[in-house]
Each structure stands twice: as structure tokens, then as C-alpha cells.
């Protein structure tokens, strides 16, 4: 069993930045972000590959957002730059002990963290 637990959430304006933080108590193969906005679905944001280090970003947040890691602190960051309004949601980190190719689909993904809500103020 994995447990996730995020971190650095929070109120920001247009144009601002945030970075999350997702700390795991075990090694996984695959952790993924996603976020969920009120009255919608959860949606994929991008993942990182532990091996290797490879990254893959949703449509919306290519060019702004960047996943990171660090082996030593069993840690995944979710760097955003030039936040939206359209951005605030609830960021889940999720991880998996194997890799996929259906990354993007929630069902990929063995543990899921309790969420950190992100406000982006217009």
C-alpha cells in the first residue's frame, strides 16, 4: 500500500504560480497528476516516469506546467507557471506500480492522494 499525500495549494492570481508537491511512502512506477473542477470530471495533467525521469503533459498544460522528482525525498512536483482562472480545481497526484499506455485514464492509477485545492482569482 501507497500513500500519497499533496501539498502547496492555494489562492493565486492570474498569471501567478504554484507548485505542488506530492510525497509518497513507497516506490511506484508512474505518478500522474490530475484535477477536478466543480461540476466536471477528473482530468489527466501529466505524469512522470521514475525511470528515466520521462514526462507527459496534457494539451493544457504543455508549456506552462512541469512535473519533477526527487528520488531522495520519494517526491513529485507540479510546477505551474501562468496559472488561469480556468486552472482552479482540486490537483490530485496518483501513482501506479506499473507503466501504461492509457496514462491519461484515471483506472491506470493504484493510489490516489487526498487532493490540494488550487484558485486562480481573475
Known amino acids: 500500500q501507497v500513500q500519497l499525500v499533496e501539498s502547496g495549494g492555494g489562492l493565486v492570481q492570474d498569471g501567478g504560480s504554484l507548485r505542488l508537491s506530492c510525497v509518497a511512502s513507497?516506490?511506484?512506477?508512474?505518478v500522474g497528476w490530475f484535477r477536478q473542477a466543480p461540476g466536471k470530471e477528473r482530468e489527466f495533467v501529466g505524469l512522470?516516469?521514475?525511470?528515466?525521469?520521462?514526462?507527459y503533459y496534457a494539451d493544457s498544460a504543455k508549456g506552462r506546467f512541469a512535473i519533477s522528482g526527487d528520488n531522495a525525498k520519494n517526491t513529485v512536483y507540479l510546477q505551474m507557471n501562468s496559472l488561469k482562472p480556468e486552472d482552479t480545481a482540486v490537483y490530485y497526484c496518483?501513482?501506479?506500480?506499473?507503466?501504461?499506455?492509457?496514462?491519461?485514464?484515471?483506472?491506470?492509477?493504484?493510489?490516489w492522494g487526498q487532493g490540494t485545492q488550487v484558485t486562480v482569482s481573475s
Open positions: 496518483a501513482a501506479s506500480t506499473r507503466r501504461s499506455a492509457f496514462y491519461a485514464r484515471l483506472s491506470s492509477y493504484e493510489y
Open positions: 513507497g516506490r511506484t512506477f508512474t
Open positions: 512522470i516516469y521514475w525511470s528515466g525521469g520521462t514526462t
